[in-house]
């Protein structure tokens, strides 16, 4: 069983610029979940999806960022404008049914 | 608001010495407490969920256990292999997980 698959693995931009971040959950995970972990900080949870509904965007710190997961399967998540502060390691996790969570890789975004 | 508070920072051992990684938590109402492994450059690894105080599971060399107020996982034996950020986190009321800063564990052969 493939897991949790993000893309890409590393992205380097400038402040301003957008950035388009992918998550595809593990097959059957109706849940996904987006967290960060900026520099020496602990990773931070963003948003929880339920299908394609947003169960919990409480993390997401402002309208810059935009995440979207259409048809309840993969996910995206857009920051527009970057800004050098988003700099980090952005984590897609999954889970079917119970609490467990299933983490991707990360995507390392580098705003400059 | 929950949190958790994990110790000692960084831990350095040599192979085959036994220790153990602390995790302390203050939640609402205790769903649940994961461990989680992390590489350099790759995503948390799932280890084990504590569901209630008293509780305990191994794999391999690591063994966790849970009290009211506090994690440990055990560390016996280890190997260079065992070297990794370990990671512990609580799942809010909204499923979302609040994680603890980390133990950067390194085994030295």
């Known amino acids: 069983e493939a897991g949790v698959t993000q893309f890409p693995s590393h992205s380097v931009i400038e402040k301003g610029q957008t950035v388009t971040l992918r998550c595809d959950p593990i097959?059957?995970?109706?849940?996904l979940y987006w967290y960060r972990r900026v520099m020496g900080k602990e990773i931070k949870f963003l948003l929880h999806f339920v299908k394609e509904s947003k169960q919990d965007e409480s993390g997401m710190p402002n309208n810059r960022f935009l995440a979207e997961r259409t048809g309840g399967t993969y996910s995206t998540l857009k920051v527009q404008p970057a800004e050098l502060e988003d700099s980090g390691v952005y984590f897609c996790?999954?889970?079917?049914?119970?609490?467990?969570?299933?983490f991707g890789p990360g995507t390392r975004l580098t705003v400059l | 608001e929950d949190q958790v508070t994990q110790s000692p920072e960084a831990l350095r051992l040599q192979e085959g010495e036994s220790s153990s990684l602390n995790c302390s938590y203050t939640?609402?109402?205790?769903?649940?407490l994961f461990w989680y492994r992390q590489d350099p450059g790759k995503g948390p690894e799932f280890l084990f969920t504590?569901?209630?105080a008293g509780e305990e599971k191994e794999k391999e060399r690591l063994k966790a256990t849970l009290t009211k107020k506090e994690s440990f996982l055990h560390i016996t034996a280890p190997k260079p292999e065992d070297s990794a950020t370990y990671l512990c986190a609580v799942p809010g009321s909204a499923r979302q997980l609040t994680f603890g800063s980390g133990t950067q564990l390194t085994v030295l052969p």
């Open positions: 939640v609402s109402g205790l769903r649940g």
């Open positions: 996790a999954s889970s079917h049914g119970t609490l467990t969570q299933y």
């Open positions: 504590l569901y209630s």
């Open positions: 097959s059957g995970h109706d849940n």
